[in-house]
């Protein structure tokens, strides 16, 4: 056996892969207990074994093999990383387990299979087990069918998708294996058991035997619905509600509350395969079909027949073949050809199903005036064809064709097409057949039913019937207010028998009915319209009683018969319904009337009437008055009475007191009593005469009003208009007009007559008084609120001067909404609520569109016009367009037949011609408005086709396109649009214009929407798919969007449907979803929706919450970006909007505005390249003359037409420089918000702009540089550089500018030159401005020679192009300039040259003339007295570049920008006045502009460095000090200085280039490791610290999921941040100073790194891991304690109360509470507990115990009473006098809790116990009995050995050893292992190394290999191995010092090169090193500095070795030893040739 010894030692992971069964056996074995042992299902260890798995499976020794299996269901089951290894390990399952003997194996096969199910793989699962069924094995085939029965059973049909199995199903009902068939048959009977007959069809052709065997298994099934049984990890609340019905008794109550989770039924139609017959229809098919003979188009036909057998169809185009059978059915003349074309058309219908429903439009009318056929066969094919024609269209769609041929003469076409929609009604739900379908409806069938013919009679009656019953008698009752008794009953009867599609449940209101007769009143309700004579039966407690009952079935419309009844005679007039008959009555004659008078009235009111006395005639009418008032409405006789006020003298009564008396007993009498028409009638005529009377008019108005009431607005409107337009007086008629616009606006505008208003309307716009024609303008814009712009239409003949003053008073009108009426809704609808309204208004928009006279223009679209719109030149095209245009416009408003045109115009849509293409668009815009709202039918044939428009590569086109579909929709709503699949086979495209548009549309459109059809989700695939385009637009789009497709389908169902994402797609998409979940728009109330769609205005304030929104959504992910775009986007949608919403008035106008309103630039894909290679291949002219000519200027202006906005590109190009000015303020303008715009079209902008350098205009220059300064920021901003082609086009010219006469402008040019370093690298700029020199303008030479100092002084010599030898020669020559100011910048130029480079200059410019050099000379020496002062200008320069950086640096946005930068300019300047300070940091500084303006790559470059001659450092100069440059503590005179510094570098860790950040965090650790400097941070620890967890975060959200990035860049950034952050808490005084919140935000995101999934993957990553373990625990120990705790309080209560935060993060927050808690003991003196009590309180508040006790896990609750506890214990009753800042005790259980524990503490222990506590508990502990002792030692064994607190166990053993030195542990490791007893050995000598040498533990950029050591997670075979040896022995320094050197060659770090002192020398522990100190060397010369190096070397190791050697080593780089200047050169060559 001593091989197996050999096996025993190694870990598991190892055994498992062994070559020796029975290593690999007990490997399983323990792999088993391991994984079930770990209760961290993202614990590390799972990591290990991803790779193994698919081994455990597949082991070749079949006992090995059963173990592996139950190792595997374990790992799957408990393992966070399982889903990685589904398909490797089902596929093993599957060819490795299904086929062994042993039951066991496959049992668990099969259990493995389904654990991969229930973690969310069932996709992966099933592909390989239907991969399975091809397998030649059949015992593989049976076990695969088994599982995947099994899976179906347990986990249901939404989870194991049916369709691919029922594929396979018949080929193994095939299989020659018994056992294969009998499975199969298993698995049909499981199938059935879940879809039912849905699977009937796919299985219709298997063996009639089997089908029969299956048959009668089917039937034996129980007809339950089957349940889920077994749940997904995602589905656990659906598991918990399962599990709790099955304890309350199985499905008792299962079946109701379950509704929604019921099994989805399975569309048989969805299972079968698609078969594509375009392409197999006959060649000849078209010419046959029209062939003479009979037989051919017969053959033609049966061919199509066939192919349309097939049960699914592939979608195509089918409109040809549409046609062609339209025509057969149509003009055929052999009726057996019209059935057989029938029945194709019924097959293509069935087979296509929605697909079809945009050719149901065409083939409706033919097939419907068909049935006149009388032949049964016939009518029947007819009869199936347009039944399932209709189920793929909706009744809408296809409601205008059917009622044209109800009026049809023939009777059996009536017949047929009342039986037809008695079918279809069947097919409806209250929902699909609203009131304004049923409306039309029901008027046509009321005619059939009183048709001579008994069978259109019968089928009138069915139709009705069905309607009654699907929409339910309060629906449809007011449209049957006419309808006799016996015809009602029959309608009634009809409906019983009616056996409805979608069974009972279709609308409530059928079941409401039969509750009503609760309430006493039904027969009221159903008989109320015919029964005439129950009107004064139910007198009026009747309404009152029954309001509630009417109420409950949604409120109804006004005059609803139910009301009516009991109302007497309150008009129970549908909307323009059929009128009643109640409000008239008959006439009486005057004897009559005096009669009924006399018995109410008083008898001398009577006679008193027509007294010649006007008193008495005034005290009659206030008689009569009272009268009135005291009289009961029963009693009233209206008629009677109003007859007598009208007798004479009646209405020419002469007084006006008596006339204001009688006008007012008028309205009286029509309030008060039942006021019938007839009344009206009689007073009316005298009412209209006194209206324009100044006494009586107000009092004739309420009359009339009161009149409105009792009789209805519209009758009354429409007499009183009448008759104030048949008499003359112009005051009557204006007054009229008046009355009437406030009368609208009190009764809403339901059932006017528009039509009839409108000619008298005319007659006053025509009216020479102007009082009238205002008053029918007011009147026009009231009417405009109800009806929207369509009003307009009837005015456009109007003179243009009334039209202006209609469309002002529109204009005013816009963004008003109506009224809520507020009369004669109450007195006709008991209870109304707002639905009834809704109603009501949605109707109106439609009414008007109704009352529009039509024209039919079909018989002018001739064949003739078609053949010319698809003409092959595209001249005849546009005449064809012309013509169709000037067809719409003569007609203004056209019925919905348009023959061939939709075919024409589609295809024109795609015209090659863009021009035609935009006419096209014009077209279907007019054709929209002219056909109003029946356009709905061609929205799948046209409307679609516009919206592929919208992919246009064009701006103008998409923008028309754009305005077209928005015109469509506001005819059609969005319902037709968001049906069927069309819109999602648009998203689909991969087209980003498509895209963008597509989907800025939807975004706009959908929150406005109240109801969206289901077919909506089929987008979000795609959707998904936008959100990861590779276009910018196309993803912000689609973002956009997320919400307000969200609204309409919940966060649940967009989840799920992330479902088929990748994996790392779907993670981001989930977080967007997040992100939109807290965006969503709520769904608008409906009245707000009604109101909108009747009223143009409403619009724009309909969609601003939609643009607000997706701002919100952007705005988060850029907080820094000015505000201008927001109110930009709100803005242009709501402009676009109030363009529709004013559709008709003024074309030209619309155009322009439409215009401005997209983006200015747009982006052509790959268009600049294209340009440059144009330019390049000399196609085009290159940019370069010394004067613009036209030519280029032309050249620009086609160039630039097909990417910016016409409208710009006018102003641009114009001649007048106003316009240039106007053009570039919208640029500045829209910068910001059209980045990639911008930069797409840079070289055309940049091109024009220097056209603008040769303006005269310096208005024009100044805005142009303005712009230019903007946009060099925004491009340095998104880090762009520019390409060669657009910096030779512009530079150049920019240069010439630099000359200018004004001082202003050319400092904006040199300002601008400064930036452009930003973004074109300076050498390639000192060509340029080198160039510039030779000028003839001595401005523009002066201006270049000082910016060459600048670059020079800025970027070092390296600028200097060619070589600095030529360039310097070059620069001299201009000393001997004949300018002045030109010698001097060149003097000035090369003096800041020599200032950078030393004499070395003088060698560069070789032989100067003697003056020239005297000059020189002269001018450096003056310089050297101020050295290095930099030339005067360049102190006012630099500050510009400063700025810029701040741009850059200030990522971490969190002061304003311009802070850092007046920090910095503060930091720069300082330079100039303390000479001695700037001598020598000036190399050592952080050169900002380098840093900021190299991108990327390392930066340590100091520039001069290398040429230093370094002997002239004799004054007492500091020694720079390597890498930190300028953060020593010497330089506190200037402090200011250390701080901005320390500020830039902070700044610069959250950036977003990694390489930046780890530059700055590697000077940051720097400082901190160097006692003495360490505290310039002091005041900058928060600082940091935010910087620093901003850049944890960028790398979670950005960095980790950039595919580019490489991931070791990862490691290192991390490696950085967690090295500098263990140096700072290694300085307590600075960790002190960490506040609260920084803390909290430090430890989120802390804790989020360690649970981050995706670094465990990451090749270093529990490297990383473990080091942020080590620095937790750094921060909690060495934090401010009462900051820190405070801070993981306010975290655990944020984590428990995020719904996203996963338990994972409340457990480690926990964890580390609980670690707190164990040093309360130590910190209890030093932490501020009233703040602490004050955080529990507040948490407590938050949590009460019993919501904690609701949390999953009783962590939370256990937590806060330890600490409570804890601190109880240490404080003891004084702990209740530290509640001081809590202001209300009793908000939570604090108080309480504390005396509770106090209490108890108090009965167990007695107060001595007490005392002994606050005096410490070490007392107790030396007086512990030797039995303690080992009770003690017991309870620290037991901790060791538990798997959590290891750690805590071993350092309390080490305490205790410590205490009581002699104490034997011996007994207690005796019984133990060896194992574990090395372990412990080993645990305590690590941790007394770690406590002797806690000096620091430093760690810059590499990770110390001890910390993995200390942080290991305490499986034990881990800590063992990462201490390097599994025996256990102690490992030489030499082993770290290989590891230091692997660490440092890592990070470039290396000094390899040097020659290290032998290790023999460093083994050794030297003494410790006096370092000396930088102030005793100052005076030292270089050669001393030199000789000291070796020497420091040694001690710099050696120091660094000796503190390391229990803990870490250093992998600092040489920083103790000031003198390593050599290294510093080699350092600096090899960043040098990094860069290059």
Not at 640 to 662: D, H, I, S
Request: proline fraction near 5%.
């Amino acid at each position: 056996m001593g091989d197996d010894s050999e096996w025993m030692k190694l870990p598991i992971d190892q055994k498992c892969e062994h070559k020796l069964w029975k290593a690999r056996l007990n490997g399983y074995e323990e792999a088993l207990k391991l994984f079930q042992k770990i209760d961290d299902e993202k614990s590390p260890e799972w990591s290990k074994y991803l790779g193994l798995i698919k081994k455990f499976v597949t082991d070749s020794n079949a006992v090995a093999q059963l173990k592996g299996l139950e190792a595997a269901l374990a790992y799957v089951e408990n393992a966070h990383v399982a889903g990685k290894t589904t398909g490797e390990v089902a596929s093993g399952v599957v060819n490795k387990v299904f086929n062994q003997p042993k039951a066991r194996a496959k049992e668990l096969g099969l259990d493995i299979c389904l654990m991969y199910i229930e973690i969310e793989k069932g996709e992966a699962v099933q592909e390989e087990l239907l991969k399975g069924l091809d397998n030649k094995n059949p015992k593989i085939i049976v076990a695969c069918i088994e599982t995947l029965r099994k899976a179906l059973s347990e986990f249901g049909s939404k989870i194991i998708s049916l369709k691919p199995v029922i594929k396979v199903l018949p080929k193994l009902f095939e299989s020659r294996e018994k056992a294969v068939r009998d499975e199969a048959k298993l698995l049909a009977v499981e199938i059935y058991r879940w879809i039912r007959d849905a699977l009937r069809p796919p299985l219709q052709n298997i063996n009639s035997v089997q089908l029969k065997e299956l048959e009668e298994e089917w039937v034996k099934l129980p007809s339950a619905a089957p349940k889920q049984t077994r749940f997904l990890r995602s589905q656990q609340e659906l598991k918990a509600k399962f599990e709790q019905q099955q304890a309350v008794g199985g499905d008792a109550d299962g079946g109701g509350d379950d509704g929604d989770e019921a099994v989805p039924q399975v569309d048989a139609y969805e299972l079968l395969e698609a078969v594509e017959i375009l392409s197999k229809l006959p060649k000849d098919f078209y010419d046959k079909i029209e062939a003479k003979k009979w037989q051919e188009r017969k053959e033609a036909l049966e061919a199509v027949e066939m192919l349309v057998k097939n049960p699914k169809l592939e979608a195509g185009d089918y409109a040809d073949l549409v046609k062609v059978l339209k025509k057969v059915v149509g003009k055929d003349t052999n009726v057996m050809l019209v059935a057989l074309a029938a029945k194709c058309l019924a097959g293509l219908a069935t087979g296509l199903r929605k697909k079809f429903g945009q050719y149901a439009g065409h083939v409706v009318p033919t097939i419907l005036e068909k049935f006149k056929e009388k032949k049964p066969q016939v009518v029947q094919a007819l009869q199936e064809a347009i039944d399932a024609i209709f189920l793929t269209t909706t009744l809408q769609n296809i409601s205008e064709d059917v009622l044209a041929v109800m009026d049809n003469k023939n009777p059996t076409i009536k017949q047929q097409t009342s039986l037809f929609i008695a079918r279809s009604f069947r097919h409806c739900t209250p929902s699909t057949l609203p009131k304004s379908l049923l409306k039309p409806f029901c008027a046509a069938l009321l005619k059939h039913i009183n048709d001579s013919a008994p069978e259109v009679r019968d089928a009138g009656f069915e139709a009705l019937g069905t309607a009654l019953k699907v929409a339910g008698e309060k629906a449809v009752n007011p449209f049957l207010a006419d309808v006799d008794k016996l015809k009602l009953d029959r309608i009634k009867e009809c409906a019983e028998k009616v056996e409805l599609v979608y069974g009972k449940k279709t609308g409530g209101t059928a079941d409401k009915k039969e509750g009503k007769p609760a309430t006493g009143k039904a027969p009221v309700l159903s008989g109320a319209a015919g029964d005439k004579e129950t009107k004064d039966a139910a007198a009026k407690p009747g309404p009152l009683k029954k309001a509630p009952a009417v109420k409950s079935g949604g409120p109804p419309k006004k005059g609803k018969p139910a009301a009516a009844a009991g109302m007497g005679g309150a008009g129970a007039k549908g909307k323009k319904g059929p009128e009643t008959k109640e409000i008239f009555e008959s006439e009486l004659s005057i004897e009559v009337c005096e009669e009924k008078a006399a018995a109410v009235l008083p008898a001398s009111c009577i006679q008193q009437l027509d007294s010649g006395n006007w008193k008495e005639r005034l005290a009659c009418m206030e008689e009569f008055q009272k009268t009135v008032e005291l009289m009961e409405r029963s009693e009233m006789p209206c008629q009677a009475l109003v007859r007598m006020l009208a007798k004479k003298p009646g209405w020419k009564e002469t007084n006006f007191q008596v006339m204001q008396m009688k006008l007012h007993i008028v309205a009286l009498i029509a309030q008060k009593g039942n006021f019938s028409k007839t009344s009206a009638q009689i007073v009316l005529d005298g009412l209209v005469d006194k209206v324009g009377d100044v006494k009586c008019g107000s009092n004739a108005k309420e009359a009339m009003t009161a009149i409105a009431e009792a009789c209805q607005l519209p009758w009354t409107a429409e007499q009183v208009v009448a008759m104030a337009f048949s008499q003359k007086n112009p005051k009557n008629q204006s007054e009229t007009l008046n009355w009437l616009s406030n009368a609208i606006k009190e009764f809403g505008f339901s059932g006017l007559n528009v039509k009839a208003f409108i000619s008298n309307v005319k007659t006053a716009l025509a009216a020479t008084n102007p009082a009238v024609r205002t008053s029918a303008i007011t009147l026009l814009g009231v009417m405009y609120l109800y009806v929207g712009p369509p009003l307009r239409m009837f005015f456009e003949d109007e003179k243009p001067a009334l039209l202006s003053q209609i469309d002002a008073e529109f204009e005013k009108m816009q963004g008003q909404t109506a009224p809520a009426p507020t009369r004669g809704i109450i007195r006709h609808s008991g209870g109304s609520g707002d639905d009834g309204e809704e109603e009501e208004q949605e109707d109106v928009g439609n009414d008007v569109v109704d009352l529009l006279p039509r024209t039919d223009i079909g018989d002018k679209i001739t064949a003739e016009l078609v053949s010319k719109i698809g003409d092959k030149n595209w001249k005849i095209r546009k005449e064809g367009l012309d013509e169709v245009t000037s067809i719409i416009n003569d007609a203004k408003f056209i019925q919905p037949n348009i023959g061939e045109l939709p075919g024409a115009l589609k295809s024109r849509l795609n015209d090659s011609n863009k021009i035609l293409v935009q006419q096209t668009l014009s077209i279907l815009q007019q054709l929209a408005t002219a056909m109003g709202p029946n356009i709905k039918q061609h929205v799948k044939n046209l409307g679609i086709p516009i919206i592929t428009v919208l992919g246009d590569s064009k701006n103008n086109v998409r923008a028309a396109a754009l305005g077209t579909v928005n015109a469509w929709a506001e005819q059609t709503g969005m319902k037709e649009w968001l049906e069927g699949e069309d819109l999602s086979e648009e998203l689909k495209k991969e087209n980003p214009f498509l895209r963008q548009e597509l989907l800025g549309w939807l975004a706009e459109k959908l929150p406005t929407l109240r109801s969206v059809p289901s077919d909506l989700l089929l987008c979000v695939p795609h959707l998904y798919s936008c959100l990861e385009d590779r276009n910018g637009d196309v993803r912000k789009k689609a973002q956009d969007a997320l919400p307000s497709f969200m609204m309409h389908l919940g966060f649940e169902k967009m989840a799920k449907a992330t479902g088929k994402l990748k994996p790392t797609s779907k993670d981001q998409v989930l977080a967007m979803l997040e992100k939109a979940k807290a965006n969503m728009p709520a769904k608008p109330a409906p009245p707000a929706k009604a109101s909108s769609r009747v009223v143009g205005g409403a619009a724009p304030a309909k969609l601003q919450p939609a643009s607000g929104l997706a701002e919100d959504s952007g705005s988060n992910t850029m907080e820094s970006k000015p505000d201008p775009k927001k109110a930009k986007a709100g803005g242009a949608s709501s402009k676009a909007k109030g363009v529709q919403g004013k559709k008709v008035p003024t074309k030209p106008n619309l155009k322009e505005d439409d215009d401005k309103s997209g983006p200015i630039f747009i982006i052509v894909p790959n268009g600049k390249e294209q340009r440059m290679k144009e330019e390049k291949g000399l196609k085009v002219l290159k940019w370069n003359f010394t004067t613009p000519r036209d030519e280029y200027i032309e050249q620009l202006k086609t160039q630039m037409s097909s990417c910016v906005a016409k409208w710009l590109q006018d102003e641009m190009f114009h001649a007048d420089f106003q316009h240039h000015n106007k053009a570039l303020a919208v640029m500045i303008e829209h910068l910001e918000s059209e980045k990639d715009g911008v930069i797409s079209c840079l070289d055309l902008i940049l091109k024009w702009l220097t056209l603008r350098f040769f303006d005269t205009n310096t208005s024009v220059l100044m805005k142009a540089l303005e712009y230019l300064k903007l946009l060099f920021n925004l491009l340095s901003q998104e880090e762009y550089h520019l390409t060669e082609n657009e910096a030779f086009s512009f530079i150049p010219y920019l240069i010439l500018k630099v000359g200018e006469p004004k001082d202003v402008i050319r400092k904006d040019v040199r300002a601008i030159l400064n930036r452009m370093c930003l973004i074109y690298p300076a050498s390639k700029m000192f060509a340029f401005i080198m160039e510039g020199t030779k000028s003839k303008n001595s401005k523009q030479r002066a201006e270049c020679l000082e910016e060459l100092g600048c670059l020079v002084e800025s970027y070092g010599m390296n600028v200097c192009q060619p070589t600095p030898g030529k360039a310097l020669k070059e620069m001299a020559t201009h000393i001997g300039d004949r300018d002045n100011t030109v010698r001097n910048a060149a003097l000035n130029t090369i003096v800041t040259v020599y200032n950078v480079h030393g004499d070395q200059v003088f060698k560069l410019i070789g032989n100067l003339s003697e003056k020239d050099m005297s000059m020189l000379e002269e001018r450096v020496k003056r310089s050297a007295k101020r050295p290095a002062a930099a030339p005067v200008r360049q102190a006012e320069e630099k500050p510009q570049r400063a700025q810029n950086i701040s741009a850059n640096a200030s990522m971490l946005r969190k002061g304003p920008a311009e802070d850092v930068s007046s920090k910095l300019n503060q930091n720069r300047n300082m330079g100039g006045h303390s000479e001695t300070a700037h001598t020598v940091p000036r190399e050592f500084q952080l050169d900002l502009d380098e840093i900021e303006n190299d991108n990327g790559t390392v930066r340590c470059e100091m520039p001069a460095l290398v040429q230093h001659k370094l002997d002239d450092i004799f004054e007492p100069v500091l020694i720079p000090e390597p890498k930190i440059r300028a953060v020593s503590p010497h330089f506190d005179d200037m402090h200011s200085n250390t701080a901005s510094t320390i500020n830039f570098v902070i700044s610069q860790v959250a950036s977003g280039d990694i390489n930046t950040s780890i530059q700055a965090l590697a000077q940051i650790d720097e400082v901190l490791r160097q006692e003495d400097k360490a505290e310039a941070m002091s005041g900058h620890i928060d600082q940091f610290l935010i910087a620093t967890f901003m850049q944890l975060r960028l790398i979670y959200n950005t960095h980790m999921a950039d595919e580019k990035l490489e991931k070791d860049e990862i490691v290192r950034l991390y490696s950085c941040i967690i090295g500098s952050m263990i140096s700072l808490f290694q300085i307590e005084s600075l960790a002190r100073e960490a506040s609260t919140g920084v803390l909290k935000d430090l430890m989120h995101g802390l804790i989020t790194l360690m649970l981050d999934s995706r670094v465990e993957d990451l090749e270093e990553g529990e490297q990383v891991i473990r080091s942020v373990n080590l620095l937790v625990v750094k921060v909690l120990e060495k934090s401010d304690q009462t900051n820190i705790l405070s801070a993981l309080l306010v975290l655990l209560q944020d984590s428990l109360l995020a719904t996203a935060s996963s338990p994972k993060f409340s457990e480690l927050v926990m964890k580390c509470l609980w670690r707190m808690v164990r040093l309360l003991p130590e910190t209890i003196n030093s932490i501020n507990l009233d703040r602490i009590l004050l955080d529990i309180h507040i948490f407590m508040k938050v949590f009460p115990k019993e919501k904690l006790k609701q949390c999953k896990s009783e962590f939370p609750i256990r937590t806060l009473k330890t600490l409570l506890h804890t601190l109880c214990k240490l404080k003891g009753p004084k702990i209740l006098d530290h509640l001081t800042m809590i202001d209300n005790k009793n908000e939570s259980e604090l108080e309480a809790h504390l005396c509770r524990v106090m209490k108890h503490s108090m009965d167990q222990t007695g107060s001595k116990a007490d005392k002994e506590t606050e005096k410490g508990a070490s007392r107790i502990e030396e007086k512990s009995s030797k039995a303690k002792v080992n009770d003690i030692l017991a309870e620290i064994f037991k901790k060791i050995g538990s798997k959590e607190n290891t750690k805590e166990g071993l350092a309390e053993l080490y305490e205790y050893k410590k205490k009581y030195s002699d104490a034997d542990i011996e007994p207690f490791l005796k019984n133990s292992s060896q194992f574990f007893q090395s372990y412990v050995e080993r645990g305590l000598r690590l941790i007394e190394t770690e406590r002797e040498g806690k000096g620091r533990i430093p760690s810059s950029t590499g990770i110390s290999p001890q910390m993995e050591g200390t942080c290991v997670p305490a499986s034990s075979n881990t800590l063992s191995s990462s201490i390097g040896n599994t025996n256990g022995e102690e490992v030489g320094p030499s082993v770290y010092l290989e590891r230091l050197k692997i660490l440092r060659q890592r990070c470039g770090l290396d000094n390899a090169k040097e020659d290290r002192p032998p290790l023999t020398s460093l083994l050794s522990k030297p003494a410790v090193p006096t370092v000396a100190s930088s102030t005793d060397m100052l005076h030292s010369k270089l050669s001393q500095l030199r000789e000291s190096r070796e020497q420091y070397q040694h001690l710099d190791l050696d120091s660094n070795q000796t503190h390391s050697s229990g803990i870490g080593t250093t992998t600092a780089s040489p920083s103790s030893t000031a003198a390593n200047i050599d290294d510093l050169k080699k350092r600096l060559e090899r960043i040098k040739s990094s860069r290059k």
